[in-house]
């Protein structure tokens, strides 16, 4: 069984930065995308950050673009977002998503089969 937990989430201000890992069990995801998507409060799960296999090519929203960056590590099978410049806005519950098939970053949901439980983001301001 597929398992893909998030865990690095937390309250910091504004202006701060925080790392979010996402650990993969069940089998391994060297061969296609994954992604992150979050949820801020009151609104619909919107994307974030996505990366290919490869890690090669990367796909940001505009409103965290220069500010996220995205890893994936095929050998520790996770995948992780470095997030800086935190703003109040950016509170969201963020979640991690993997593609069963296909390499290509996507910035819909409805393109990823798996997904974890979340973790909470807190920016103050």
């Known amino acids: 069984q597929v398992q893909l937990v998030e865990s690095g989430g937390g309250l910091v201000q504004a202006g701060g930065s925080l790392r979010l890992s996402c650990a993969i069990s069940?089998?391994?995801?060297?061969?296609?995308?994954m992604g992150w998507f979050r949820q801020p409060p009151g609104k619909e799960r919107e994307f974030v950050a996505a990366i290919t296999w490869n890690g090669g090519t990367s796909d940001f929203a505009d409103s965290v673009r220069g500010r996220f960056t995205i890893s994936k590590d095929n050998a520790k099978n996770t995948v992780c977002l470095e997030m800086n410049s935190l703003k109040p806005e950016d509170t969201a519950v963020y979640y991690c998503?993997?593609?069963?098939?296909?390499?290509?970053?996507?910035?819909?949901?409805?393109?990823?089969?798996?997904w974890g439980r979340g973790t909470q983001v807190t920016v103050s301001s």
């Open positions: 998503a993997a593609r069963r098939f296909g390499i290509a970053v996507s910035r819909s949901a409805d393109s990823y089969s798996y």
């Open positions: 069940g089998r391994t995801f060297s061969s296609t995308a």
